[in-house]
């Protein structure tokens, strides 16, 4: 079993900038992503990324968010810029993620692990 444990959420102003984090206890092979959750509203995936760093994004985070992760694959990081408040949620580390190409990559049924959390919120 993987455990992931994201960190680096907060409050900011639009416009500003927040890095998360997410530690693995252990190697999982597949896909690594972010996704993020609001009340009432669907689980939307926001980042994903696969060996050798093939990456994918939202259309409405791309080109403000980029996705990293460690040579181990056990660490990964979302760094956000310019981020507006619909970009307010809950931000979720996953792991182990199967399938191919955008549609699986951002598509939470295809992960196996799961963090707890990180809540993000933006302040116009």
């Known amino acids: 079993q993987v455990q992931l444990v994201e960190s680096g959420g907060g409050s900011v102003q639009a416009g500003r900038s927040l890095r998360l984090s997410c530690k693995a206890s252990a190697y999982s092979a597949g896909y690594m992503g972010w996704f993020r959750q609001t009340p009432g509203k669907e689980r939307e995936g926001v980042a994903a990324?696969?060996?050798?760093?093939?990456?994918y994004y939202a259309d409405s985070v791309k080109g403000r968010f980029t996705i990293t992760q460690d040579g181990d694959w056990k660490t990964m990081a979302l760094q956000m810029n310019n981020l507006k408040p619909e970009d307010s949620a809950m931000y979720y580390c996953a792991a182990g993620g199967s399938g191919s190409g955008k549609r699986s990559a951002l598509d939470g049924m295809k992960y196996n692990y799961w963090g707890q959390g990180t809540q993000v919120t933006v302040t116009s």
């Open positions: 990324i696969y060996r050798p760093g093939i990456t």
